[in-house]
DNA sequence: CAGTGGTCTAGACCACTAT
DNA sequence: TAGTGGTCTAGACCACTGC
């Protein structure tokens, strides 16, 4: 986050209003005044606020309607990779109850090897909660989580009882705008890898890790292991820098 | 490829122009007629003229330069995901050489789940062209990888020896501007993966599926055999549908 | 310093859609 | 039908960058 020149005028007003969005100053389905008035408000011809307006609804944050308005888009739809993710939604999408058991809770300092992986500043030296559980798709086990939150982002997190909350469906409700990254490995199932999530030993497992973040700030990191036969991990790619466009 | 309706004017030129760049009627490096000649040229603004040459440039198609004029860009930086699908590049960026032995090669119907995977239109019953290798680091073998390749998009493959050149590389000269889709899946290594990889049985493998397409036509379809200890696959995510920015 | 892209404006007409 | 966003124009000024 580091330019501070001159910027043009729609790229300053594109700014102030994303923080707004990320922020929640703007929540999700906030009705932002009419592009005419917001043209008016802060002084600019309707053409350049348009230009912002339309490049924030082509990058997802907003939703236009004529005769009705400009919103704040609901945060969903999660980047094809992402997906796999929401791991509530998942298994719902495949006619399963989805349910989590919540197998340790405790709060303390991170690891050399999670502050390394988080990318947690040096100066930051508080503790972090750190969640393990599985998720069932029914009876079946699914998937295996482990995972730390910074509570600094979401304070509200060490109230929470994970025995009947979803870390990751709470946590994207609380921070729904995040930027992220993606590791991705296969592993041998260990014994408590396969006694949990009964497999036999050895067994090849995906292992995808997630660090979230926002403004530059962690605020998640997670390691989930899937079965790897039995579970895959789809991904559009473009060639330059063109959208990925939603998938649907 | 459906819609055919009313197509807004910078829409319509916009697809134009991708179509010229994608078939390469405009090359990499090709130079195009001047923002102000475009626009007298196409019988519209300059602002709708300077709308389309800057979306296909936010895009990465184009690269705009003050005083010289508007260039095709080169076909460059695949998405974070796809990157290690450049086998080539990065064995080079990890400092060492890189070779590929062809173990076979030859023309054949697909089979049905080639048709299912590659998404073969069922009118398509041609042959494709097979190849099986593996990529070295140095000494160490990298990745084992099948591929097919529709002779219908790269006749050009049929005379090809891949034995001097890398399937992936030559493909990606040959047809720049692709879309695609991985399928990342762990898996136990088998005894033909063992020994090519010089594994151990059992050992888990990180096997990435790609489907290459240009104009919902496709391509290739490969599926690269990794060690799953020491390779990731690293993925950016954005929230809504908003640009992977370049990461360098 | 000349020529290109980058930006901005004021005004206009149109398309869509809730009512 | 009225009100909103979607689009387009003609003209203008500026910033950057090769020459």
Redesign the interface.
């Known amino acids: 986050m580091k330019p501070e020149k001159t910027r043009s005028l729609h790229e300053t007003l594109l700014h102030r209003f994303l923080t707004k969005i990320v922020t929640q100053e703007w929540p999700p389905g906030f009705q932002l005044p009419f592009e005419t008035n917001l043209a008016e408000e802060y002084g600019v011809s309707r053409m350049t606020m348009n230009k912002v307006l339309s490049e924030l609804t082509?990058?997802?944050?907003l939703v236009r309607r004529r005769k009705l308005g400009t919103f704040v888009?609901q945060?969903?739809?999660?980047?094809a990779?992402?997906e796999i993710s929401d791991i509530e939604a998942e298994v719902r999408a495949l006619g399963l109850e989805h349910r989590f058991t919540l197998t340790a809770q405790r709060l303390r300092p991170p690891t050399p090897d999670e502050r390394r992986r988080a990318i947690i500043a040096d100066g930051d030296v508080g503790e972090v909660l750190a969640l393990e559980g599985v998720h069932f798709a029914g009876a079946t086990p699914f998937c295996l989580e482990e995972r730390i939150i910074n509570p600094q982002m979401a304070p509200a997190a060490l109230d929470v009882d994970f025995n009947h909350e979803v870390p990751g469906s709470w946590l994207l409700r609380q921070i729904?705008?995040?930027?992220?990254?993606?590791?991705?490995?296969?592993?041998?199932a260990d014994r408590e890898v396969a006694r949990n999530l009964g497999l036999a030993l050895?067994?090849?497992?995906?292992r995808v890790t997630r660090r979230t973040e926002i403004s530059d700030t962690w605020v998640t990191l997670v390691s989930q292991i899937?079965p790897?036969?039995s579970?895959?991990?789809?991904?559009?790619?473009?060639?330059?820098?063109?959208?990925?466009?939603?998938a649907e």
Chains 1, 2 share one sequence.
């Open positions: 082509r990058q997802g944050y888009a945060p969903k739809a999660q980047s990779i992402m729904p705008w995040t930027l992220g990254r993606h590791t991705i490995s296969a592993i041998n050895g067994e090849a497992c995906l899937y790897g036969e579970h895959q991990i789809v991904s559009q790619f473009t060639p330059p820098g063109e959208d990925g466009r939603r």
